[in-house]
């Protein structure tokens, strides 16, 4: 398995090299995007808009599917100080590790003349991801933040007038209505999210420990993790699985977004933590829950505020573009109204403007969309360190741990401080 992930790295590199010699025409720049084959495919049309717009020719490089495979194949081509690709799109947690590597071209120049393009988004989304030493190093072209799906028939047959705006209020409607459906449906549980050993978990994490005034915060050169806030919210989280038995027994080994998606579209359960995508999956014409779930914000702890995990695709341009105004000017057309309007009604895509969510034939298409643009006013970011992948291979250890009972949560954030500084120490340094 490692020699052929070795000889995968290997061709990635010599054909970036290969493309790094080839000359390229004035009128043309290279994009590299991946996805699902249905994203790869709505990019080349996408492409071919922006060239008959503006006579500017985009050559897509294809990336896999696979999120750290796409990550692994923009270091290669950008370590390599290759000319192409010129633009790319980077998931969130990339940007600080690219802008901390001076990969990213600054964009404040071109928005001096374009002033008016920055007036569209959610104006906390750039200030939190896309700034970097005071200057704007990518714009978001895709949102993502966590929400609580659940079952309107199943509350409402139950007598709740409104989903939960607390975690108490949640586990007290599971209970009750878990109780009930059991005795037909043995497999339903009132709430699943994601568990398992992945960055998922963290996100699920941040939001509940936020919620609860805590989170993951960096002060004085330290990451500041072991509070009464936080170990309040881990406890939470594992009694749902062994106190409360409200999430099933395989949330902490299996439950990913997937499989989270799939249990609750399969009618087992009256509540689910996903991300949007999952929106159109649950309303397709085969779904057995199909018009009978509905979206809200995640829920509080009593005195806390509900958050939302920010994530999301940005765009950005290589330092090393040869051909930077072209580029420009392909992440004008991305970021425009028209285009963000036409990956929301093709892919289901979040828009990063905020003034795509008032848009009629957007909200009569996704209705949910009026909720999300209020949700995602209160997104939370995770560490903006270059190193934050260690950070979270850290804290899924130790959470994940936590969950399946191998160590009390108050142990579990002590130790995971204890490494990730230890982390921190040798970067900062």
């Known amino acids: 398995m490692k020699g052929k992930i070795f000889k995968k790295l290997i061709l990635l590199i010599f054909l970036f090299l290969l493309l790094g010699c080839q000359g390229k025409k004035k009128n043309e720049i290279t994009f590299m995007v991946g996805g699902a084959p249905n994203e790869v495919a709505f990019w080349n049309k996408l492409a071919k808009e922006f060239e008959k717009e503006t006579g500017i020719k985009v050559e897509i490089l294809k990336q896999p599917a696979d999120t750290e495979q796409r990550r692994q194949g923009l270091v290669i081509a950008l370590t390599s100080k290759n000319k192409d690709p010129d633009v790319f799109l980077m998931d969130v947690v990339w940007i600080p590790q690219f802008a901390a590597s001076h990969w990213l071209e600054p964009l404040n120049s071109y928005l001096k003349r374009d002033s008016q393009i920055l007036k569209g988004f959610f104006k906390n989304v750039i200030k939190t991801v896309d700034v970097y030493h005071q200057n704007i190093i990518a714009l978001p072209v895709y949102i993502d933040g966590g929400i609580l799906y659940y079952r309107k028939d ?29 005795k037909e449906n043995p497999d339903f549980y009132g709430f699943v999210w994601q568990g398992a050993q992945y960055e998922g978990l963290v996100c699920n994490f ?28 881990l406890e939470f989280m594992k009694d749902l699985i062994h106190k409360y038995k409200i999430s099933p027994p395989n949330t902490f080994t299996e439950m990913k977004e997937e499989e989270t998606r799939i249990f609750f579209q399969k009618g087992n359960a009256l509540f689910e933590r ?117 950070i979270s291979e850290t804290l899924q250890r130790y959470i994940n741990g936590a969950l399946a009972g191998k160590i009390e949560p108050a142990k579990a954030l002590a130790q995971a401080e204890k490494e990730i500084n230890l982390i921190v120490n040798r970067y900062e340094k």
């Open 154 to 182: 199943l509350l409402q047959k139950a007598g709740f007038k409104n989903p939960p705006q607390t975690w108490e209020d949640l586990v007290d409607y599971s209970l009750k209505i878990q109780r009930i459906i059991k």
């Open 206 to 233: 941040l939001e509940i420990a936020t919620s609860n005034k805590g989170g993951i915060f960096f002060k004085n050169g330290r990451i500041i993790l072991n509070i009464p806030q936080n170990i309040k919210a």
């Open 274 to 390: 996903n991300w949007p995508y999952a929106w159109m999956l649950h309303q397709a014409q085969n779904s057995p829950v199909k018009n009978k779930i509905d979206i809200t914000e995640l829920p509080h702890f009593k005195g806390g505020k509900s958050t939302s995990a920010l994530g999301g695709w940005h765009i950005g341009i290589s330092k090393y573009s040869d051909n930077k105004k072209a580029s420009w000017k392909f992440v004008k057309f991305v970021t425009s109204y028209k285009v963000q309007k036409e990956l929301a009604l093709n892919l289901g895509w979040n828009p990063a403007r905020t003034d795509v969510y008032k848009d009629k034939e957007i909200l009569k298409t996704l209705p949910h969309f009026k909720k999300l643009r209020v949700i995602f006013n209160n997104l939370v970011p995770r560490p903006k360190v270059p190193y934050y992948p260690l």
